[in-house]
């Protein structure tokens, strides 16, 4: 079983991981097929000076797909032995689904490019 974390805005992938409004949980099953999904709220702050990464891993997450995010946050959640892919947009179950297909890879950039692309659904790949 796999536990994917995506900062979520709405029912979106935020553009920007520190700063959220929660993020959603999905448990995958050994098929990789999700079988549930959780809200967990953010803490209040910046993504990379909060507790968030220690508090995803002792949840079982071992994935984040994220919008962007800054070296700090990255580095944190790496640490956290939490593998990140960023450049993702979109609806966030269908973000997870392309993810579990295969068709993910990390963009490789950061938040300091704020230049988006169109409204894709799922991460660059």
């Known amino acids: ?9 709405g029912n979106m992938v935020d553009s920007h ?12 099953d ?3 097929k999700i079988i549930s999904s959780e809200i967990f709220p953010s803490p209040q702050g910046c993504g990379c000076k909060s507790n968030i990464a220690a508090t995803l891993r002792e949840k079982g997450v071992s994935v984040m797909l994220a919008g962007n995010m ?17 450049g ?6 269908i973000a997870a689904e392309s993810f579990l297909q295969g068709q993910i890879g990390d963009s490789g950039v950061g938040c300091h490019h704020h230049d988006h692309e169109g409204e894709g659904h799922q991460c660059n790949h």
């Open 17 to 28: 991981f520190g700063h959220c409004e929660a993020y959603t949980i999905f448990s995958t």
């Open 30 to 32: 050994e098929n990789k």
């Open 1 to 9: 079983m796999m536990k994917i974390a995506v900062p979520t805005r």
């Open 70 to 86: 800054g070296d700090g946050a990255l580095n944190v959640l790496t640490h956290h032995g939490i593998s990140v892919y960023r």
């Open 88 to 93: 993702c947009s979109g609806d966030v179950k």
